[in-house]
């Protein structure tokens, strides 16, 4: 169980809330993300060798980041951490600061046969995240919630950058995309307690209405690439 000492804001103020009886489940299910239909990108990478790739993306809080990629078929693992500050300061109550340069980042390690970076950046533009609001998502606020794609190569880059302008053409979205790309940012992976966060309290008030809501999404948009039991940092330990 985790301390109260390591309970986030978020997850503290909405359980809160839910025991005064001042948020109901009809409010919380307005705020979720409803997930958007959106093209597949136009520019793809280059055909790769049998190797497994990584990919790392931040957008609002890693929990259920996490989750919608460890529900998606190719992705071997998927761990929340932090990326775009120093490893002195990738620490959660620091990075909570939204001092540190950091974002809440996942990185994702993904068999290419199965999966492209082009898809895993589809299902991060349209169930994962909102790309439109800047520096915060859903009920987080900070730059340590911003939207951000952390290449790790030339031609992960060339494939977001081409993608942001893409969606950003066909008008996909009411407001223009916020997301940046910060090339040679380090992952760290996060406390031991991060992991798995979904899975481990699905019944929590903020995993309920913020997250399994991406999770339906990922299921109703990509059937044909959900997968009904998720990739475990646990799982891939033992």
């Known amino acids: 169980m985790i301390s109260p ?70 992705v071997k693992n998927a761990v929340s951490g932090y990326a775009g500050g120093e490893k002195k300061t990738a620490i959660y109550e620091v990075v909570g600061s939204g001092m540190t340069g950091h974002a809440e980042a996942v990185k994702i390690t ?11 950046l589809q299902i991060y533009f349209s169930v994962a995240h909102d790309p439109t609001q800047l520096n915060r998502q859903g009920p987080d606020r900070g730059t340590q919630y911003r939207s951000a794609i952390f290449p790790q190569n030339d031609e992960q880059a060339k494939v977001a950058k081409a993608y942001i302008a893409q969606l950003n053409e066909a008008r996909v979205y009411k407001a223009a995309i916020v997301t940046k790309i910060e090339p040679g940012k380090e992952f760290f992976p996060a406390e031991g307690y991060h992991q798995d966060y979904l899975t481990l309290h699905p019944t929590q008030p903020y995993i309920v209405f913020n997250d399994l809501p991406k999770i339906k999404n990922l299921e109703r948009l990509f059937p044909d690439i959900y997968r009904a039991k998720p990739a475990l940092v646990s799982d891939a330990k033992s």
């Not at 597949?40 to 790769?48: G, I, W």
């Not at 993904?110 to 895993?120: A, H, R, T």
């Open 5 to 74: 000492t390591r309970l986030s804001f978020r997850t503290l103020a909405a359980t809160l809330m839910l025991a005064a009886g001042t948020l109901t489940a009809s409010v919380f299910a307005a705020q979720a993300q409803e997930g958007l239909t959106i093209p597949a990108p136009a520019v793809s990478e280059a055909p790769s060798n049998d190797a497994l790739e990584t990919a790392v993306l931040a957008g609002g809080c890693f929990w259920g980041v996490q989750g919608v990629y460890q529900h998606t078929e190719g």
């Open 110 to 120: 993904y068999d290419p046969k199965k999966i492209s970076y082009g898809k895993l």
